[in-house]
Each structure stands twice: as structure tokens, then as C-alpha cells.
């Protein structure tokens, strides 16, 4: 995914944080305010209450988990995207399942970060977000790449037609609240599948240049 030209750090980037569990919220907000030009403006528990305080407030960047009862955060971030396109969206997850990180590029996040990452690397990532770039788990955009080097070549994935652009991907198939339980659980060991044609920098961030064009589509 390639930065977006033309964007520009806020002054104060006003962030809304979104996630079911209130102490993921209460660490992301104090990480966040002791950050120069990084305001948390407010907090969601669900992916409706996220739209809601977006088109009232129209945060610069939204925080938004998978996983979220009533709706969740990539029928959220859809909607957020299609109602207001100048607001990022960045997932920040525990899901590392590349089938979350295609549905949400599908949906227009800007980036997918696990809530595992180190403090550092996760407001390296809310940074170079807000500055038009598009941060990725560097693991999991490498097995997405992956497999769809192997789709492109013919090879079928574990468990038949099913996998990434099977259930995963039909539309409407995250409508109406909860995802589906774990979308293409058969997604295969990492080790079993072949390397991306992708690159890396020298830290480690998934470069596109030497991907097909069908792999720079889906990562745009």
C-alpha cells in the first residue's frame, strides 16, 4: 500500500480509540496523551458507537478493533470510509489472520497493527498513519502475499475453495454485527507457504515495487 500524496500531520491529530474491552481502551488513551500532537478526543465500545462519534466529532484517525459486539469494526470502518473519507482508520487487533487484514484493506483501513506490538512500533504506526501511509503487520501482509502469489499460480488452499477469496470475502458476509466466527480457519501453517514475491526495507516494512500487479491492487 503506497502513501497517500498530498497528506500532512494536523497540527493536533484528534484520534478516537474503539474497542469492546475498556482496559485496551484506557491503555491505548494513556500511551496516546502523552504523545506531543496527539489527542484523544473519545472512546467507542462498539463499532455503531464509533460511526456515531465519527459524524459527530470527525476524528483525523480511528483506532478500531475486529472483534466488537453490535457491530463490528470492519462494517465500521466501511461505513466510516464511504460517510467521510478524510478520516483514517487503523485496526488494532489480537487477529492474525491474514482474511481480517484483506477484509480490512477491502474496507479502507489505512493500516492493521497487532495489540501485541510494543508501544514504540504501535505509535510509529499511528504516526506514518496520519501522515498518509499505510502501516501493516509485517508477518501477516507477508502470508496475505503469499497466498495470493499461490492463488495466481493455480494452487488451491488448504480445505479445498475455500480461504481468502471464498466466505471471507462475499459481500455482505460481515454485515449485521459479529464476523464470522474465524474466517478460513484452514488458513495453513506459516511454513508451509511459499515466500512473497514482496520485498522488505531495511526495517523489516513489506515493500511493493517487485509485486504483481494483482498484489499491489489488493494491498492499495
Given at each position: 500500500?503506497?502513501?497517500?500524496?498530498?497528506?500532512?500531520?494536523?497540527?493536533?491529530?484528534?484520534i478516537l480509540i474503539a474497542d469492546d474491552h475498556a482496559l485496551v481502551r484506557e491503555g491505548l488513551r494513556t500511551m496516546l496523551s502523552g504523545e506531543d500532537g496527539?489527542?484523544?478526543?473519545?472512546?467507542?465500545?462498539?463499532?455503531?458507537?464509533?460511526?456515531?462519534?465519527?459524524?459527530?466529532?470527525?476524528?483525523?484517525?480511528?483506532?478500531?478493533?475486529?472483534?466488537?459486539?453490535?457491530?463490528?469494526?470492519?462494517?465500521?470502518?466501511?461505513?466510516?470510509?464511504?460517510?467521510?473519507?478524510?478520516?483514517?482508520?487503523?485496526?488494532v487487533t489480537m487477529h492474525e489472520n491474514p482474511d481480517y487484514l484483506f477484509e480490512a484493506?477491502?474496507?479502507?483501513?489505512?493500516?492493521?497493527?497487532?495489540?501485541?506490538?510494543?508501544?514504540?512500533?504501535?505509535?510509529?504506526?499511528?504516526?506514518?498513519?496520519?501522515?498518509?501511509?499505510?502501516?501493516?503487520?509485517?508477518?501477516?501482509?507477508?502470508?496475505?502475499?503469499?497466498?495470493?502469489?499461490?492463488?495466481?499460480?493455480?494452487?488451491?488452499?488448504?480445505?479445498?475453495?475455500?480461504?481468502?477469496?471464498?466466505?471471507?470475502?462475499?459481500?455482505?458476509?460481515?454485515?449485521?454485527?459479529?464476523?464470522?466466527?474465524?474466517?478460513?480457519?484452514?488458513?495453513?501453517?506459516?511454513?508451509?507457504?511459499?515466500?512473497?514475491?514482496?520485498?522488505?526495507?531495511?526495517?523489516?516494512?513489506?515493500?511493493?515495487?517487485?509485486?504483481?500487479?494483482?498484489?499491489?491492487?489488493?494491498?492499495?
Amino acid at each position: 500500500m503506497g502513501s497517500r500524496e498530498g497528506a500532512a500531520l494536523p497540527k493536533v491529530a484528534r484520534i478516537l480509540i474503539a474497542d469492546d474491552h475498556a482496559l485496551v481502551r484506557e491503555g491505548l488513551r494513556t500511551m496516546l496523551s502523552g504523545e506531543d500532537g496527539l489527542e484523544v478526543i473519545a472512546e467507542a465500545q462498539d463499532g455503531q458507537q464509533a460511526l456515531a462519534l465519527c459524524r459527530e466529532l470527525k476524528p483525523d484517525l480511528v483506532l478500531m478493533d475486529v472483534r466488537m459486539p453490535v457491530m463490528d469494526g470492519l462494517e465500521a470502518t466501511r461505513r466510516i470510509k464511504q460517510e467521510m473519507p478524510q478520516t483514517s482508520v487503523m485496526m488494532v487487533t489480537m487477529h492474525e489472520n491474514p482474511d481480517y487484514l484483506f477484509e480490512a484493506v477491502k474496507a479502507g483501513a489505512a493500516g492493521y497493527v497487532l495489540k501485541d506490538a510494543s508501544g514504540e512500533r504501535l505509535l510509529g504506526a499511528v504516526r506514518r498513519t496520519l501522515e498518509g501511509e499505510s502501516p501493516l503487520d509485517q508477518e501477516l501482509a507477508m502470508r496475505l502475499l503469499a497466498r495470493l502469489a499461490r492463488e495466481s499460480s493455480g494452487e488451491k488452499t488448504e480445505g479445498g475453495s475455500g480461504g481468502l477469496f471464498s466466505e471471507a470475502s462475499e459481500e455482505g458476509s460481515w454485515e449485521g454485527g459479529e464476523p464470522l466466527e474465524s474466517p478460513s480457519e484452514a488458513v495453513g501453517s506459516e511454513a508451509t507457504e511459499p515466500e512473497a514475491s514482496g520485498s522488505r526495507d531495511s526495517s523489516g516494512a513489506v515493500q511493493i515495487e517487485s509485486l504483481t500487479p494483482r498484489e499491489v491492487e489488493v494491498l492499495r
